[in-house]
């Protein structure tokens, strides 16, 4: 055999092994997020697209953090939706008001949580032992609510007296 016709079979077997699994399962790993509004088709090149999009935005990301953008919130932790606009808004005083452990911001945002008193207490102490991950400079405000929701949402002292947070 020639080391043309080597190549040339190779080339096929692995577009075959790589390229047919996405076109049966185009939609399958891409359907929510930027990328599914902007490219709606069945097909491997809106699949990529979509891959593209939701990456290059975090989009799919976001989506799955928020049920917005055509995803179903992950479950992991739902966080309401009110919660989740008032933090992105609120940034800035919601790090100022977690590095002095206590604030008009926090108490806000634990508010939305539907979290009582011990709930506020909780956040707050588990959002000040985590401050310098949460709002590490590095992190868009995407990544610190994600970073929120995974590492101080999730923590039991904090869901059990916050009746919003669905675990």
């Not at 479950?75 to 606009?85: D, K, R, Y």
């Not at 100022?96 to 207490?121: I, V, W």
Request: hydrophobic residues 35%; charged residues 15%.
């Amino acid at each position: 055999m020639t080391t043309k016709k080597i190549i040339t079979q190779a080339c096929m077997a692995l577009f075959l092994a790589i390229g047919l699994p996405f076109q049966l399962f185009a939609d399958s790993s891409v359907g929510c997020g930027l990328g599914q509004i902007v490219a709606k088709k069945n097909s491997l090149i809106s699949a990529t697209t979509r891959s593209i999009t939701n990456a290059t935005f975090s989009s799919q990301l976001f989506g799955i953090t928020s049920g917005t953008s055509g995803c179903s919130q992950h479950s992991l932790v739902m966080i309401p939706q009110e919660a989740v606009q008032f933090a992105t808004l609120h940034q800035d005083e919601i790090k100022r008001d977690t590095a002095q452990g206590e604030g008009e911001s926090l108490a806000a945002l634990a508010h939305g949580l539907g979290c009582n008193d011990q709930g506020y207490k909780n956040l707050t102490n588990q959002m000040q032992d985590k401050y310098d991950d949460l709002f590490d400079s590095k992190n868009s405000e995407l990544n610190t609510l994600q970073k929120l929701q995974v590492s101080v949402l999730s923590q039991k002292e904090v869901y059990s007296h916050c009746n919003k947070i669905l675990i």
